[in-house]
């Protein structure tokens, strides 16, 4: 007879496979393609896990259970959005699996969830690809511009200065700071780009392939220059030639950086997305003084705003990264409170100087 406790384990084990299975079939009903077929098989294997726990309780199945908090979280989320915070989620948690350690859990549904874990972490990079520029530029757009703010208008209040003069600086380091992102982020992503261009093979090199003279082939010259040795790259063109497909044989010249623009984003997109995220955040503090507070009344509120928004941004980069959100969340916190710490005393000891 089993015991009390293993019975327990067990009910828990099948409810949260249930609903893991549930996540991934809702995930994948939002997706086409590959990724769908790859979410439906990790799906079957949940299932399979599932079918393990119902043999190991035979009858004593009772009542189904309720999945633990996270799992009904991440299937309510999976349900409602399907994106990549979901994946990144869903990584998290099969990196939390305890199959490893668990006697009742058989050695190939350890390795299911351990594989499962680089699949889904696969699935949560392309989607963190594809968001990775313009998405870079507005996260730190907005923390750039709360911190940034928090100090200036910390540090200008310090000093003694009236709320109104506080006011103008404020919205001044709104509008001067989000055209200093808004422009940097455009001439960064825009000369990635162009140095990706520059390093993109011609589009007219594929259509000169059939003119090439076999014996001399110059082909192996590209190979080699992109890493090959003499005889891999040899061997590799000869056979490139002998099965000619010029569209394919492009595709292999672009190489890896062909797909890069993608990830890097616009610049056009970078840019307005670093000046609204930056002139967001930078807004921030400025609310209580537009709002007509002043003094450590204004001081404290313009510091609670920023530091729920910095935990906000620092749960989203968590969860986007497949990171800790609570410890990624405190760290912006005091990064940020850190620097308008030091700006505030400084217009402290520079308002206490011109007194």
Not at 129 to 142: C, E, I, N, P, Q
Not at 210 to 233: C, F, S, T
Request: glycine share 12%.
């Amino acid at each position: 007879m089993s015991s009390e406790g293993e019975l327990r384990r067990w009910r828990r084990h099948l409810a949260n496979e249930r609903a893991e299975a549930a996540v991934y079939r809702h995930l994948a009903h939002g997706r086409t393609g590959e990724e769908r077929d790859i979410l439906l098989a990790i799906a079957e294997a949940e299932r399979r896990h599932e079918q393990h726990w119902l043999n190991l309780l035979g009858d004593q199945v009772g009542k189904p259970r309720r999945a633990d908090l996270r799992t009904r979280m991440l299937g309510f989320l999976a349900r409602h959005f399907g994106s990549v915070f979901v994946l990144a989620l869903a990584q998290r948690a099969e990196s939390r699996s305890t199959y490893d350690t668990d006697v009742d859990a058989t050695a190939a549904m350890a390795a299911d969830e351990r594989i499962h874990l680089e699949v889904v972490r696969a699935l949560a990079t392309r989607g963190r690809d594809r968001l990775s520029g313009t998405f870079r530029a507005a996260v730190f757009g907005a923390n750039d511009g709360l911190v940034s703010n928090l100090a200036l208008v910390l540090g200008i209040g310090a000093t003694g200065v009236g709320a109104h003069t506080v006011l103008v600086t404020g919205l001044a380091g709104v509008l001067a700071g989000a055209l200093s992102m808004g422009a940097g982020e455009y001439v960064s992503v825009t000369s990635q780009r162009e140095l990706l261009e520059a390093s993109t093979p011609s589009p007219e090199a594929g259509t000169a392939l059939p003119q090439l003279d076999v014996d001399a082939n110059e082909l192996a010259l590209v190979y080699r220059a992109r890493g090959m040795n003499a005889e891999e790259a040899t061997s590799h063109a000869a056979n490139v030639l002998r099965h000619l497909d010029v569209g394919a044989t492009q595709s292999r010249l672009a190489g890896p950086d062909a797909d890069r623009h993608e990830a890097v984003g616009t610049g056009v997109g970078a840019g307005v997305s670093s000046f609204c995220f930056f002139a967001s955040g930078a807004l921030i503090p400025v609310l209580p003084y537009l709002f007509g507070l002043q003094g450590a009344s204004a001081v404290a509120v313009a510091a609670g705003l920023v530091g729920i928004a910095l935990l906000a941004t620092g749960i989203i980069v968590g969860l986007l990264s497949g990171g800790p959100p609570l410890r990624l969340a405190l760290r912006q916190l005091l990064i940020g409170y850190g620097a308008a710490t030091v700006t505030y005393l400084l217009g402290l000891l520079f308002g206490a100087g011109i007194g």
